[in-house]
Nanobody, 122 residues
């Protein structure tokens, strides 16, 4: 299984970025997909999760109303649209997948990709 995240970069406070995660080697349309992030010196944090079809989504409290997770099952890709970015959103962002389960803790996830760095300048 490979999860390849991309789209990170440097953006100013209040700006937007769109992250992508291309998946291979798993039944993507039957996989629950999520984004996590980890800032230096902090624990890995749940950002957003998506059901198989994208019809059900869940968000961490700190990003609700600003971030949107979506997926394209034909392209085996999951996205994270990040708007109204703040300096505290600066972190390495990771794409993750699992097959079942209702909770979104890091230990719940079966597969992880390498991160993509998002830096928000003030």
């Amino acid at each position: 299984v490979q999860l390849q995240a991309s789209g990170g970069g440097l953006v100013q406070d209040g700006g937007s970025l769109r992250l992508s995660c291309a998946a291979s080697g798993l039944a993507f349309s039957r996989s629950l997909m999520a984004w996590f992030r980890q800032a230096p010196g902090k624990e890995r944090e749940f950002v957003a999760g998506s059901s198989w079809t994208g019809g059900y989504t869940n968000y961490g409290d700190s990003v609700k109303g600003r971030f949107t997770i979506s997926r394209d099952n034909d392209q085996s890709t999951v996205y994270l649209q990040m708007n109204s970015l703040k300096p505290e959103d600066t972190a390495e962002y990771y794409c993750a997948a699992k097959i079942f389960g209702r909770t979104w803790r890091p230990d719940d996830m079966a597969y992880w990709g390498k991160g993509t760095l998002v830096t928000v300048s003030s």
